[in-house]
Protein backbone atom coordinates (compact mmCIF):
# COMPACT_ATOMS: atom_id res chain seq x y z
CA UNK A 1 0.00 0.00 0.00
CA UNK A 2 2.88 2.23 0.40
CA UNK A 3 5.64 2.25 -1.40
CA UNK A 4 9.48 4.08 -1.80
CA UNK A 5 9.45 6.50 -4.84
CA UNK A 6 12.81 7.64 -5.87
CA UNK A 7 12.78 11.13 -6.97
CA UNK A 8 15.12 14.35 -8.19
CA UNK A 9 14.79 18.21 -7.92
CA UNK A 10 16.69 21.01 -7.17
CA UNK A 11 15.66 22.67 -3.63
CA UNK A 12 15.48 26.13 -3.27
CA UNK A 13 17.07 27.08 -0.14
CA UNK A 14 16.09 30.92 0.47
CA UNK A 15 19.18 33.40 1.85
CA UNK A 16 17.09 33.56 5.51
CA UNK A 17 17.75 29.57 5.61
CA UNK A 18 21.32 29.56 5.53
CA UNK A 19 22.41 29.70 9.19
CA UNK A 20 20.21 26.54 9.31
CA UNK A 21 22.38 23.31 7.96
CA UNK A 22 22.09 22.24 4.70
CA UNK A 23 20.59 18.87 5.01
CA UNK A 24 18.12 20.08 7.27
CA UNK A 25 17.14 22.89 5.48
CA UNK A 26 16.57 21.02 2.11
CA UNK A 27 14.53 18.21 3.92
CA UNK A 28 12.02 21.02 5.27
CA UNK A 29 11.44 22.31 2.14
CA UNK A 30 11.12 18.99 0.52
CA UNK A 31 8.42 18.02 2.01
CA UNK A 32 7.17 21.75 2.43
CA UNK A 33 7.05 21.35 -1.43
CA UNK A 34 5.16 17.17 -1.62
CA UNK A 35 3.73 16.10 1.73
CA UNK A 36 0.12 15.63 1.29
CA UNK A 37 0.76 16.46 -2.74
CA UNK A 38 -0.21 14.21 -5.48
CA UNK A 39 2.62 13.51 -8.23
CA UNK A 40 1.33 12.32 -11.61
CA UNK A 41 1.57 8.75 -12.21
CA UNK A 42 3.47 8.13 -9.14
CA UNK A 43 0.91 8.62 -5.88
CA UNK A 44 0.53 10.70 -2.41
CA UNK A 45 3.53 11.74 -0.93
CA UNK A 46 3.50 10.92 2.54
CA UNK A 47 6.67 11.59 3.98
CA UNK A 48 10.81 11.63 3.36
CA UNK A 49 12.53 9.09 3.72
CA UNK A 50 16.19 9.81 3.44
CA UNK A 51 18.47 11.87 0.73
CA UNK A 52 20.29 9.85 -1.64
CA UNK A 53 22.76 12.00 -3.00
CA UNK A 54 23.14 15.89 -2.91
CA UNK A 55 25.15 17.75 -5.92
CA UNK A 56 27.04 21.23 -5.12
CA UNK A 57 24.90 24.20 -4.28
CA UNK A 58 25.02 26.86 -6.83
CA UNK A 59 23.63 30.40 -6.46
CA UNK A 60 21.99 31.81 -10.04
CA UNK A 61 22.62 35.75 -11.38
CA UNK A 62 20.01 37.93 -9.65
CA UNK A 63 18.69 35.70 -7.17
CA UNK A 64 20.41 34.61 -4.07
CA UNK A 65 19.06 31.82 -2.36
CA UNK A 66 20.88 28.37 -3.17
CA UNK A 67 19.95 25.68 -5.72
CA UNK A 68 20.83 22.26 -5.04
CA UNK A 69 20.32 19.06 -7.20
CA UNK A 70 18.69 16.31 -4.87
CA UNK A 71 18.39 12.72 -5.29
CA UNK A 72 15.98 11.73 -2.35
CA UNK A 73 13.40 8.49 -1.76
CA UNK A 74 10.04 9.17 -0.53
CA UNK A 75 6.99 7.11 0.88
CA UNK A 76 4.27 7.15 -1.25
CA UNK A 77 0.69 5.71 -0.68
CA UNK A 78 -0.16 3.74 -4.04
CA UNK A 79 -1.87 0.59 -3.33
CA UNK A 80 -1.41 -2.14 -6.21
CA UNK A 81 -4.17 -3.04 -8.24
CA UNK A 82 -5.60 -6.31 -6.47
CA UNK A 83 -4.53 -5.15 -2.99
CA UNK A 84 -7.46 -5.74 -0.21
CA UNK A 85 -7.64 -2.62 1.62
CA UNK A 86 -9.93 -1.68 4.72
CA UNK A 87 -11.55 1.64 5.03
CA UNK A 88 -14.56 3.75 6.87
CA UNK A 89 -17.34 4.30 4.65
CA UNK A 90 -17.65 7.99 4.10
CA UNK A 91 -21.02 8.59 2.08
CA UNK A 92 -23.36 6.88 -0.37
CA UNK A 93 -24.75 8.49 -3.52
CA UNK A 94 -26.11 6.83 -6.37
CA UNK A 95 -22.92 6.84 -8.33
CA UNK A 96 -21.95 4.13 -5.14
CA UNK A 97 -20.18 4.25 -1.79
CA UNK A 98 -17.34 6.75 -1.16
CA UNK A 99 -14.76 5.13 1.34
CA UNK A 100 -12.00 7.14 3.33
CA UNK A 101 -8.74 5.80 4.92
CA UNK A 102 -8.52 8.97 7.40
CA UNK A 103 -5.70 10.59 5.75
CA UNK A 104 -7.15 9.92 1.76
CA UNK A 105 -10.98 10.19 0.76
CA UNK A 106 -11.13 10.10 -2.72
CA UNK A 107 -12.11 6.39 -3.09
CA UNK A 108 -15.06 5.25 -4.84
CA UNK A 109 -16.76 1.74 -5.03
CA UNK A 110 -19.35 1.89 -7.68
CA UNK A 111 -22.94 0.75 -7.65
CA UNK A 112 -21.47 -1.78 -10.45
CA UNK A 113 -19.15 -3.36 -8.23
CA UNK A 114 -21.06 -3.75 -5.09
CA UNK A 115 -22.21 -7.12 -3.95
CA UNK A 116 -25.44 -8.50 -6.13
CA UNK A 117 -28.20 -7.67 -5.56
CA UNK A 118 -28.01 -4.13 -3.80
CA UNK A 119 -30.22 -1.07 -3.76
CA UNK A 120 -29.84 2.31 -3.04
CA UNK A 121 -32.46 3.83 -0.35
CA UNK A 122 -33.59 7.17 -0.68
CA UNK A 123 -34.64 7.18 2.50
CA UNK A 124 -31.77 6.35 4.68
CA UNK A 125 -29.23 7.42 1.80
CA UNK A 126 -27.50 4.28 2.44
CA UNK A 127 -26.55 1.11 -0.10
CA UNK A 128 -28.38 -2.10 0.60
CA UNK A 129 -27.40 -5.78 0.32
CA UNK A 130 -30.21 -7.97 -0.19
CA UNK A 131 -29.07 -10.99 1.09
CA UNK A 132 -31.08 -13.96 0.24
CA UNK A 133 -31.87 -16.12 2.10
CA UNK A 134 -32.55 -20.42 2.28
CA UNK A 135 -36.26 -19.55 2.37
CA UNK A 136 -36.39 -17.31 -0.72
CA UNK A 137 -36.45 -14.49 1.64
CA UNK A 138 -34.35 -11.54 1.25
CA UNK A 139 -32.43 -10.19 4.48
CA UNK A 140 -31.33 -6.12 4.06
CA UNK A 141 -27.86 -5.50 4.79
CA UNK A 142 -27.13 -1.70 5.03
CA UNK A 143 -23.95 0.10 4.42
CA UNK A 144 -23.93 3.08 7.09
CA UNK A 145 -21.80 5.72 7.03
CA UNK A 146 -18.90 5.02 9.18
CA UNK A 147 -19.01 1.69 9.00
CA UNK A 148 -15.36 -0.10 8.44
CA UNK A 149 -15.52 -1.76 4.95
CA UNK A 150 -13.07 -3.92 3.23
CA UNK A 151 -12.89 -3.33 -0.76
CA UNK A 152 -10.17 -4.61 -3.26
CA UNK A 153 -8.15 -2.09 -5.52
CA UNK A 154 -9.69 -2.59 -9.14
CA UNK A 155 -8.58 0.83 -10.63
CA UNK A 156 -6.53 3.77 -10.19
CA UNK A 157 -7.17 6.91 -11.58
CA UNK A 158 -4.66 10.11 -12.00
CA UNK A 159 -5.51 13.29 -13.41
CA UNK A 160 -3.73 15.80 -15.06
CA UNK A 161 -4.72 19.15 -12.70
CA UNK A 162 -1.76 21.62 -14.23
CA UNK A 163 -3.21 24.86 -15.31
CA UNK A 164 -3.91 24.61 -19.05
CA UNK A 165 -4.41 27.76 -20.01
CA UNK A 166 -5.20 31.79 -18.69
CA UNK A 167 -8.92 32.42 -17.98
CA UNK A 168 -11.15 33.84 -20.63
CA UNK A 169 -10.62 37.88 -20.78
CA UNK A 170 -13.98 40.10 -19.16
CA UNK A 171 -14.68 41.25 -22.75
CA UNK A 172 -15.20 37.71 -23.78
CA UNK A 173 -17.71 37.14 -21.05
CA UNK A 174 -21.46 38.91 -21.21
CA UNK A 175 -23.71 40.41 -18.46
CA UNK A 176 -25.76 39.05 -15.93
CA UNK A 177 -27.07 35.43 -15.63
CA UNK A 178 -23.63 34.26 -17.32
CA UNK A 179 -21.22 35.14 -15.05
CA UNK A 180 -23.14 32.34 -12.61
CA UNK A 181 -22.98 30.01 -15.43
CA UNK A 182 -19.16 30.62 -15.75
CA UNK A 183 -18.84 29.88 -11.98
CA UNK A 184 -20.13 26.75 -12.38
CA UNK A 185 -18.70 25.63 -15.36
CA UNK A 186 -15.28 26.31 -14.02
CA UNK A 187 -16.49 24.75 -10.99
CA UNK A 188 -17.20 20.95 -13.05
CA UNK A 189 -13.89 21.58 -14.50
CA UNK A 190 -11.96 20.95 -10.92
CA UNK A 191 -10.22 17.18 -11.30
CA UNK A 192 -9.42 14.87 -8.61
CA UNK A 193 -5.88 14.10 -9.16
CA UNK A 194 -5.98 10.69 -7.72
CA UNK A 195 -8.57 8.63 -7.59
CA UNK A 196 -9.02 4.74 -6.36
CA UNK A 197 -11.89 2.50 -7.89
CA UNK A 198 -12.57 -0.09 -5.71
CA UNK A 199 -14.91 -3.42 -6.07
CA UNK A 200 -16.23 -5.84 -2.80
CA UNK A 201 -18.61 -8.60 -5.01
CA UNK A 202 -17.09 -11.51 -3.53
CA UNK A 203 -16.87 -13.04 -0.45
CA UNK A 204 -15.61 -11.76 2.08
CA UNK A 205 -15.22 -8.44 1.00
CA UNK A 206 -17.94 -5.41 2.38
CA UNK A 207 -18.96 -4.54 5.79
CA UNK A 208 -16.55 -6.33 8.53
CA UNK A 209 -20.19 -6.45 10.62
CA UNK A 210 -21.78 -9.11 7.99
CA UNK A 211 -18.92 -11.72 8.01
CA UNK A 212 -18.26 -10.88 11.73
CA UNK A 213 -21.95 -11.83 12.48
CA UNK A 214 -21.95 -14.73 10.09
CA UNK A 215 -18.59 -16.49 11.61
CA UNK A 216 -20.68 -15.90 15.19
CA UNK A 217 -23.37 -17.97 14.18
CA UNK A 218 -21.49 -20.57 12.44
CA UNK A 219 -19.22 -21.21 15.65
CA UNK A 220 -22.92 -20.85 17.74
CA UNK A 221 -23.36 -23.45 15.26
CA UNK A 222 -20.65 -25.84 15.99
CA UNK A 223 -21.10 -25.55 19.68
CA UNK A 224 -24.08 -26.77 19.36
CA UNK A 225 -23.19 -29.83 17.36
CA UNK A 226 -20.58 -30.45 19.60
CA UNK A 227 -23.04 -30.01 22.60
CA UNK A 228 -25.60 -32.65 20.63
CA UNK A 229 -22.84 -35.27 19.93
CA UNK A 230 -21.75 -35.52 23.36
CA UNK A 231 -25.24 -35.77 24.49
CA UNK A 232 -25.38 -39.09 22.17
CA UNK A 233 -22.08 -40.34 23.23
CA UNK A 234 -22.98 -40.26 27.16
CA UNK A 235 -27.02 -41.54 26.41
CA UNK A 236 -25.24 -44.56 25.01
CA UNK A 237 -22.70 -45.28 27.61
CA UNK A 238 -25.53 -44.81 30.24
CA UNK A 239 -27.20 -47.90 28.50
CA UNK A 240 -24.62 -50.15 28.64
Request: glycine share 8%; net charge negative; proline share 5%.
Amino acid sequence: MFVLAELKDTVRIAPDQFSVKLVDAIRDEIDRKLANKVLLNVGLCIALKDIVSLQDSIILPGDGASHTAVVFRYIVFRPKVGTVVTGKIRSCSREGVHVTLGFFDDILIPHAALQHPSRFDEAEQAWVWEYPLEDGAKHDLFMDVGEPIKFRVSREIFEETSPVGPPKSESQSTQGPSTSTAAATAAQEIKTPYKIIGAINESGLGVLSWWDQQGKEDDQENEDNTEYDNDEDGEGACEE
